[in-house]
């Protein structure tokens, strides 16, 4: 499943990379003038009517107002007789894929299946696709140069039209995001595909954390699995351990982790019945399923001095049955591109004396114990349920992005919640989320085959041996200064559970340190309201946020 677009008023980031070999990126597309130039070609164009369509490879070219190139297609149903046919292929799921006849050539299939003693199949058939730009919400782009791994340039959207399919306003800077953490790319059989973002927001060794995220578009080729991990950020990165949890489960679930590397598998997840903000809007189309939509704040018209304004609030309805007592949350959202740049404002406040605050924080100091942010909800999210008594605090959600969000399982205690209604109340401060997909499953844990495994090869960018480094958590770190650092890693896949199906997920641990140019007087004052006055955190960020958005605007207003 793909991993994100961002819908109403927000900051966010569409990412085009330069990295060793190639890699695919997802990519808003409206104003096409800013992809023009880049050595990639278009995988797959999703339309605002809800189409995929993906290009034969190399056959796809962007022109001025629409995409061109070649597709498969699945022609007509026809039927053979099996005594006609000379050999039948499968893949390792075993779909039929190809079928060569007896007389004629072989060819691919869309889809297949044997009925008695007859194959009934559509055949793939190759066509030309001319697809105007104005329908298209979305395109995966692969991006192709000789150069080391290094963050090309970023687009940020600072404005979008709040309607599902309606179209897109634009507004482009090169401001590079100040922090994020490794970036862990799958390889799925033909490229490294950029997907998991661990231990956003430990910015400091006291912040250290390991983090469970899962592997979308890993495959295992000829019984290997391979990643890896990269430094795009101008920042010194600390990764302690990098493990892979190979989870065999049965047909029909779905695998998630928990923020504790607990493993669940989920097997009837319900989505919200209704779901709405505290103007009472319908916000369930960004919040129903795994897409390119999330919901995020709309700061338009947004006055910081309001407290109104501060925070949404959110609201979540779910069948329940009667006697459940408990329910297992499925969230999947992250941090906005400003709410991980927050980080890097936060640390300029201290200026030439941030050194001090990375001292308190490491040494579990002053720092390190004050609470602002929990109590503001700018990198993690209370989860609020409605019970007998009112609502009451069931569990916390983890920031993290933003540039990758992950499905984690939040189990919540609902033994004081009556009837056949969950209620779920969510309070994001504005600027700082962006959410997906919610879903409640109430089944229970099934039987599964769990292994960790360590990498059995593993090399820096330099071709040097770090599979040591990272075989186990012993503060030995792999550290990459540098944009641009990176590390290859192999891993034998054990063998399959028989009858069951495969995930994947990344066990990742570590840290970083954002590059900071450590200049001027560090504003104590501002801190100090952090620290004592609620709300303060909030309204100074967004005060930040929509400062830049209106720059953007006037600097860029010929996108309009």
């Known amino acids: 499943m793909f991993k994100k677009i961002v819908s109403l008023f927000t900051l966010t980031a569409f990412l085009v990379f330069n990295i060793s070999c190639y890699t695919t990126v997802r990519m808003d597309v409206k104003k096409v003038d800013n992809l023009r130039g880049y050595n990639f070609k278009i995988k797959k164009v999703y339309t605002k009517s809800g189409e995929i369509i993906e290009f034969v490879k190399g056959q796809s070219w962007l022109l001025d107002d629409r995409i061109e190139g070649k597709s498969y297609i699945a022609g007509e149903e026809q039927e053979l007789d099996l005594s006609e046919i000379e050999e039948i292929k499968r893949d390792k799921r075993g779909t039929i894929t190809w079928i060569l006849p007896k007389k004629g050539w072989g060819f691919d299939v869309h889809s297949a299946r044997i009925e008695g003693d007859r194959v009934f199949f559509k055949q793939l058939k190759l066509v030309s696709v001319s697809i105007p730009l104005e329908d298209v919400r979305v395109i995966t782009v692969k991006k192709f140069s000789s150069g080391r791994t290094s963050l090309l340039t970023i687009l940020v959207a600072v404005s979008i039209i709040p309607v599902i399919y309606g179209g897109l306003i634009l507004y482009y ?307 990459m200064p540098e944009i641009g650092d990176s590390a290859e890693l192999v891993f034998e896949a054990p063998p399959r559970a028989e009858g069951m199906e495969r995930s994947v997920i990344l066990k990742a641990g570590g840290y970083y340190d954002i590059h900071l140019q450590e200049k001027g007087e560090p504003q104590f004052d501002i801190l100090e309201k952090f620290n004592s006055t609620p709300g303060f955190v909030v309204r100074y960020f967004l005060e930040k946020y929509l400062q830049l958005k209106d720059d953007m605007k006037k600097k860029y207003r010929k996108y309009e």
């Open 173 to 479: 800077t090169t401001i590079s995001p100040q922090e994020s953490c490794p970036f862990i790319y799958s390889f799925d059989g033909e490229e490294y595909v950029l997907d998991a973002e661990p231990f956003g927001g430990s910015i400091c060794k006291a912040l250290e954390r390991t983090e469970w995220c899962g592997l979308e578009y890993l495959r295992e080729v000829n019984g290997r699995y391979r990643i890896l991990v990269t430094n795009e950020m101008d920042e010194t990165q600390y990764t302690d351990e990098i493990k892979l949890v190979v989870v065999d489960h049965p047909g029909g679930t779905k695998v998630v982790p928990d923020i504790f590397g607990g493993v669940h598998a989920v097997s009837n997840p319900v989505i919200p019945s209704l779901a709405y903000d505290g103007k009472g809007e319908d916000i369930s189309h960004y919040v129903s399923e795994k897409d390119w939509l999330f919901w995020t704040s709309d700061t338009e018209g947004n006055y910081p001095q309001k407290k109104e304004d501060l925070r949404d609030e959110l609201i979540f309805e779910f069948p329940k049955p009667v006697n459940a007592d408990k329910g297992r949350l499925i969230f999947n959202g992250c941090n906005t591109l400003f709410g991980s740049y927050a980080l890097k404002l936060f640390l300029d406040l201290y200026g030439n004396k941030v050194q001090d605050w990375y001292k308190e924080m490491n040494s579990f100091g002053p720092a390190f114990f004050r609470t602002w942010n929990l109590r503001e909800e700018v990198h993690t999210l209370w989860v609020r349920v409605e019970t007998e008594t009112g609502w009451k605090t069931k569990a916390m959600l983890l920031g993290g992005g933003p540039f990758v969000s992950e499905d984690k399982l939040y189990t919540l205690d609902l033994s004081d919640v009556p009837g056949d209604t969950l209620k779920i109340k969510l309070t994001p401060p504005a600027a700082f989320w962006m959410i997906n997909y919610l879903a409640v499953d109430y089944g229970e844990n099934v039987p599964l085959t769990v292994r960790e495994i360590a990498a059995s090869e593993a090399k820096d960018h330099r071709g040097q041996d770090v599979s040591k480094i990272l075989a186990k958590n012993d503060n030995n770190f792999l550290i």
